[in-house]
Nanobody, 124 residues
């Protein structure tokens, strides 16, 4: 019923910036937290950032805090991830996800709908 489509990934040099978008179709994400996760080759999927619905409270992984910003455009059913000061270790497939609730959890099992991912590659 809910489809999430990520876009905006690509190749960027270290220190550069990218903005990822996650467009939702079907049921809107109103009332639910949204999050970004990423998965690098050979590593487990890890939490990046989340944003709650009612208060727009945000949470960030320590590794991206101060560099990444998550935001929403409710009218467009879109969530964004602004990534600045990118590092090679940020290289991964980035996934957006809609939670089962509004907690903004950092744990993947608490998210029900997932996009297909967009590749981000940061070169030295």
């Amino acid at each position: 019923q809910v489809q999430l489509v990520e876009s905006g990934g690509g190749l960027v040099q270290a220190g550069g910036s990218l903005r990822l978008s996650c467009a939702a179709s079907g049921r809107t994400f109103s009332g639910y937290a949204m999050a970004w996760f990423r998965q690098a080759p050979g590593k487990e999927r890890e939490f990046v950032a989340s944003i709650t619905w009612f208060t727009s409270r945000t949470n960030y992984a320590d590794s991206v805090k101060g560099r990444f910003t998550i935001s929403r455009d409710n009218a467009k059913n879109t969530v964004y991830l602004q990534m600045n000061s990118l590092k090679p270790e940020d290289t991964a497939v980035y996934y957006c996800a809609r939670g089962t609730g509004n907690s903004g959890s950092r744990y993947a099992p608490e998210y029900l709908y997932w996009g297909q991912g967009t590749q981000v590659t940061v070169s030295s």
